[in-house]
Each structure stands twice: as structure tokens, then as C-alpha cells.
């Protein structure tokens, strides 16, 4: 059932933090648009939930998220999908949260499971982790405004390698350009993650809302950038380079 792609777990299960995990391992944990959507309700809860200081995001055993679904891409592309993607307002709930965000990824984090980690404060990772954005392979544009924070986060080599090389960046070269905070074993990355977690969430929360926004800014530029991505991103997807690619991809 497509509602088991999304687990949610609220702060009962563990006080201050909510957990948003990927729960769809036979695809890799590839996000549909169902799941994007389940998603986006998940952080507009957190928000707006007094008892929610801080949201955390986990895949399953050695696989984080594949990315974006590639049959809703290809559905979009072969029949024109009308209005703004779903995985967009995810984007969008992602980068505005007034709350800390925290990260465990072991295995794969492809696409939209490299650049969510962009939005979080804190990103643990496996050695087994690889994360790589292949949009121009896919004949496709990066998102989640990561052609504006990418650059900023590992400078311009790193962020072309990345974004437009398509090249891998296992957990040590990831560490390496700041994309995350620390490497652990398999076995100990949501443990960590939730410890991380509820430390930040035992903290006053006023000074840590505060504290976190001026770290961050004030975001205009953030969401700009996703604005702009968007426009070339829906393009792109409607264009006959991209199904050419998503109908190889499908074929191997």
C-alpha cells in the first residue's frame, strides 16, 4: 500500500522529534508522488505541532532514497502533467520549517536523496553511502535549489562534478565537502540520527529557532532559485530528450 511508503512516527515514539521514514525497499525507496505528498503533510504537522522540535529523515537498511520515482517522470512526460510537480511543494515545505532537520543515510542517495540532505543541519552517513545527482544524465536540471547551495557548501569543482559530471561521492568524499557531519557504521546511523535529534530537541526552543535562522538566512534566495530550477525543471521534463532518456533508463 502506497501509505506504507511514508512512516511517520510521532513524537510518542521518541519526545521532541518526529521521523519521517522512507519505507519502500523493493524500489530502493524511489518517491512517488504519493509519498511526496505524504511527506509535505508530515512537515506542515511539524510545524504547526507545539510538541515537534525537530524533524529527522531515515531510509532502510542500505538504501536511503533512489530518487524520484521514474515512472511518475515518465507519466509526466508522455502525458503532459499539468500544474507544478508534488515533489515541488515537498521542496518548498522542506526549505521553509522553522524546525531543525536531521538526516541518517545508509546506501544509496540518489537525486532527491542527495539534495533534501542540503536542507538539513545535520547529515549522518554509512560508509556504504554513495550520493550522486544525475540530472543532466537523465536530460534533466538539478533542484531544490541545489545549483545555489551546492557551490556555496564545496565550492564550484565539487558541485560540477556532482551536479553536472554526475560523478559519486562516496561517504568520506561527501564528508570531505561538507555535505555531511559524520561517517558511522551501518548499524549505529539511526541511533546516532535520533540522539542527534533529541539533543537538539532538550534545548530552549526560542534560542534555537533563533540561532537557527541566522545561520540560515532569511531564505528569499533559497526559494528563488527553486523557482527558477522549477521553470527549466517541468521544461525539461516535457522535452523529447528526457523521455528518450527515461524510456532507456526503463529498458535496462
Do not use: W
Not at 92 to 111: C, H, M, N, R, Y
Not at 124 to 138: E, G
Not at 223 to 228: A, S
Amino acid at each position: 500500500m502506497s501509505d506504507d511508503h511514508i512512516l511517520v512516527e510521532h513524537p510518542e515514539a521518541h519526545p521532541g522529534v518526529m521521523v519521517i521514514r522512507f519505507n519502500r525497499p523493493e524500489k530502493k525507496n524511489a518517491i512517488t508522488t504519493a509519498m511526496y505528498r505524504r511527506m509535505t503533510q508530515a512537515l506542515h504537522e511539524a510545524g504547526n505541532h507545539q510538541a515537534v522540535r525537530v524533524v529527522v529523515f531515515l531510509g532502510t537498511e542500505g538504501c536511503f532514497s533512489a530518487g524520484n520515482d521514474l515512472g511518475d517522470f515518465l507519466d509526466f512526460a508522455l502525458n503532459g502533467g499539468g500544474g507544478q510537480p508534488a515533489a515541488f511543494e515537498f521542496l518548498q515545505a522542506l526549505a521553509t520549517i522553522e524546525k531543525p532537520l536531521v538526516s541518517g543515510v545508509d546506501g544509496l542517495a540518489i537525486g532527491i536523496g542527495t539534495t533534501l540532505n542540503l536542507h538539513c543541519d545535520m547529515t549522518i552517513a554509512s560508509p556504504r553511502s554513495l550520493f550522486r545527482t544525475p540530472f543532466v544524465d537523465l536530460a534533466l536540471v538539478p533542484e531544490a535549489a541545489s545549483s545555489l547551495i551546492m557551490p556555496r557548501l564545496m565550492g564550484h569543482q565539487r558541485a560540477f562534478a556532482m551536479l553536472v559530471a554526475g560523478e559519486g561521492f562516496p561517504a568520506e568524499a561527501a564528508l570531505a565537502a561538507g555535505l555531511i557531519l559524520k561517517v558511522v557504521e551501518p548499524e549505529a546511523v539511526e541511533r546516532e540520527a535520533l540522539a542527534m535529534a533529541g539533543n537538539l530537541a532538550r534545548k530552549p526552543p526560542h534560542a534555537l529557532k533563533i540561532t537557527r535562522n541566522l545561520l540560515k538566512g532569511n531564505g528569499d534566495d533559497v526559494l528563488g532559485r527553486m523557482d527558477e530550477e522549477l521553470v527549466h525543471f517541468t521544461a525539461q521534463l516535457r522535452s523529447a530528450e528526457a523521455r528518450a532518456a527515461f524510456e532507456a533508463f526503463m529498458r535496462r
